[in-house]
């Protein structure tokens, strides 16, 4: 039976890691992407040589642009799902002000965030024409509700989530399904710094009493792009309950 492949940006660490240890427990080939060269080399040697599966990484940065994500898909002849983890800038304190923000600055998310993204859904997509295949944006929920201070990161947010629903209807005829993950809060490495007296009031706003872990997430991106056969076009929302009560 032939290898299904995998490509997951920004999979080195935290969530996109977590993605691609549940694709390779279901024998997968990955690869992996990173803006360090070193960190996705290395990355993809640990997780070859725990899963005993074919994985590659390779050096992905948005400030390359379209050359560069050329550059990956001129070394993947196969690919069946993509996973699009990265590209997430907008939280930054300089663009907490829409009224002093740089809109040079703001522009940049929305380039990154989006137009980034849909060049390797297309270079993806036009791997997958053949044969179908999944594609998964990881949004936020964030885009269903208002935050203050983040005006650039939900507008791309927002922007993907619409996009999911254009691209599902227009690579349809080929076979390939795209959705939306949108996770909620999760227990990253900023979650772990806060205290606990902070994570108590964080977690008793959530329904279910907790935030998603990076195997939440893991587990709603491999069913979005292996499980969910009849889905395209939709958004999975992780985020314990809280976007049911809006």
Not at 80 to 99: D, K, R, Y
Request: proline content about 3%.
């Amino acid at each position: 039976m032939s290898v299904k492949y995998v490509l997951i940006t920004g999979a080195t660490a935290g969530t996109g890691l977590a993605i691609a240890r549940r694709f390779l427990k279901e024998g997968y080939g990955v690869y992996i992407t990173s803006r360090r060269e070193e960190d996705a080399k290395k990355a993809a040697a640990a997780l070859a040589d725990s899963f005993k599966l074919p994985v590659r990484g390779f050096k992905l940065d948005p400030a390359d642009g379209e050359a560069g994500v050329s550059a990956i898909f001129e070394e993947i002849d196969d690919l069946h799902a993509l996973v699009l983890n990265s590209a997430n800038l907008g939280m930054t304190p300089s663009l907490a002000n829409p009224l002093t923000l740089d809109i040079k600055e703001w522009s940049e998310v929305i380039n990154t965030n989006v137009v980034w993204n849909f060049t390797l859904a297309r270079s993806a997509a036009r791997l997958m024409q053949d044969h179908g295949g999944a594609i998964v944006f990881i949004g936020s929920n964030t885009c269903r509700r208002a935050i203050a201070g983040r005006s650039a990161y939900i507008a791309s947010k927002g922007a993907i989530a619409s996009m999911t629903k254009a691209l599902a209807m227009d690579f349809a005829p080929y076979g390939i399904r795209v959705n939306c993950l949108m996770p909620g809060m999760i227990a990253t490495i900023r979650w772990d710094a806060r205290s606990a007296a902070e994570q108590e009031v964080c977690n008793k706003q959530i329904p279910l009493g907790k935030v998603a872990t990076y195997d939440d997430i893991a587990e709603g991106a491999f069913f979005l792009a292996h499980s969910a056969t009849q889905s395209t076009g939709t958004e999975m929302i992780i985020d314990g309950g809280v976007d049911a009560r809006l």
